[in-house]
């Protein structure tokens, strides 16, 4: 993730940021996240009955890819230099466009939308998040994230 000055944060903005990693959503995955949760529906930890939905198989909850941002974005966001700190900060606009199915491969394209000073030394920047699906044409979710720096 690239370190610039504060007041360089809006020379980024409208700018693509790159791409992830690819990672694998596998069933231990989708089963370790329905246990933290505590969400069991059948369509994310029951491979013999999800085969009979449309899906064809399990699919991962959305909660548990939206949770990936963090991870995925790591090395992506633009970030002030000589932060104290950096804390989740919400998501805007979240749409869920299309499943994603057990062994799938995802990654993230971020583009940075805003870049703001909230008060002196605390700056909020808002990010496109696309989660792509490898082979897929329609990403799984388009959502805004937002990201709180204290310089």
Request: with cysteine; hydrophobic share 45%; glycine share 6%.
């Amino acid at each position: 993730m690239p370190f610039v000055p504060a007041t360089q944060l809006k020379e980024y903005v409208g700018k693509d940021l790159g791409h992830s990693e690819w990672i694998i959503i596998d069933q231990q995955r989708i089963n370790q996240f329905a246990e933290c949760t505590g969400d069991h529906q059948f369509i994310h930890v029951d491979p013999e009955k999800a085969k009979l939905t449309p899906f064809g198989g399990t699919i991962a909850h959305g909660f548990l890819l939206l949770s990936l941002i963090p991870l995925l974005i790591e090395h992506l966001l633009v970030m002030p230099q000589d932060m104290q700190m950096g804390i989740n900060y919400g998501l805007d606009n979240v749409r869920f466009i299309q499943p994603v199915k057990v062994n799938s491969r995802v990654r993230i394209a971020l583009t940075l939308l805003e870049a703001n000073e909230k008060k002196p030394g605390q700056w909020l920047l808002k990010a496109k998040a696309v989660l792509e699906i490898e082979g897929e044409e329609k990403p799984a979710y388009i959502a805004e994230t937002l990201n709180l720096f204290f310089v």
